[in-house]
């Protein structure tokens, strides 16, 4: 089996990269730089591959100024463009394709699944919407097509968690905010299964919430976290504190949330091992 995945660098493709490669298959970055390549070249980097891996994505925790907007897209619509565009000209296909999304292109009030949603019209919303609108063009190449949409991940050495450590191990920790903001997550041990089980299972395609059953709130994270930790979680930040440090469209993104669970994967056979935020967090420092 041979993988090429975008982002391997990162804090979810490092960990994807170590379980692949304890399988034995062979792994295939594809690395930033790689995208600048002409159609040819960067066509060769996905030769051999059965399975294309789609992360790469720059972080959305900066100021959006207008310009880092265009980054944000770049990173993610015109390289899923790039890709499918590569494997269109491949005379041996991969037989998968799996693109990540976010919960963000949901709307931050009501309860959704995939079946059942009202979707966000803000910048994220619309990032989301045509990246996925890119990815899925490989459908049309008769290529098995997966999108992963994630809530937020929790893992050691990256994500919000990598944020949030030190401020509570300081015993600084707090909400943002009330922390009634709704929150959305995946373990990173059930992220990497649930990848392996696309991969395993050939009936499943199509868009599929690859976030835990139980979803928290700012609130229910703080106190969890803090438990885990042994340490109290008196202080709360301030919006105004996040507008001025990523501006105003930002913070907002940052200090609302979504109410997400995930009816597609339970129904293929996939079980979260991680349900709630406290079994999870416990895991990660308990």
Not at 6 to 28: D, N, P, Q, R, Y
Not at 116 to 129: M, N, P, S, T, W
Not at 190 to 218: Q, V
Request: glycine share 10%; hydrophobic share 40%; charged share 20%.
């Amino acid at each position: 089996m041979k993988i090429a995945i975008s982002g391997a660098g990162g804090f979810i493709g490092t960990h994807l990269v170590s379980m692949f490669k304890e399988k034995g298959w062979e792994v295939s970055p594809l690395h930033t730089t790689d995208f600048d390549l002409d159609e040819t070249a960067f066509g060769k980097k996905l030769l051999g591959a059965d399975v294309v891996i789609h992360l790469a994505g720059a972080s959305i925790s900066k100021r959006w100024s207008e310009e880092y907007k265009k980054v944000l897209y770049a990173s993610r619509v015109d390289t899923a463009k790039k890709i499918v565009t590569a494997m269109a000209k491949m005379e041996q296909k991969p037989q998968l394709f799996i693109c990540t999304s976010a919960v963000g292109i949901y709307a931050a009030s009501g309860k959704y699944d995939e079946e059942h949603a009202l979707y966000a019209e803000d910048f994220l919303g619309r990032l989301a919407k045509e990246w996925e609108s890119a990815a899925l063009k490989s459908k049309e190449l008769g290529i098995r097509t997966i999108i992963f949409r994630y809530g937020i991940v929790l893992g050691h050495g990256g994500g919000i968690l990598k944020e949030m450590l030190l401020p509570f191990k300081l015993g600084l920790g707090g909400t943002i905010g009330d922390g009634k903001q709704n929150f959305s997550w995946v373990h990173i041990n059930d992220l990497m299964r649930a990848y392996l089980f696309a991969i395993e299972h050939p009936e499943m395609k199509g868009i599929y919430n690859l976030m835990a059953p139980n979803p928290t709130t700012n609130y229910g994270l703080t106190k969890a976290l803090g438990s885990a930790l042994h340490r109290p979680t008196l202080f709360a930040i301030p919006k105004f504190l996040l507008q001025l440090r990523f501006g105003s469209e930002a913070a907002e993104a940052i200090s609302s949330g979504q109410y997400v669970t995930s009816k597609r994967l339970p129904e293929a056979g996939f079980e979260f091992e991680f349900k709630t935020i406290e079994a999870a967090l416990n895991n990660l420092y308990g």
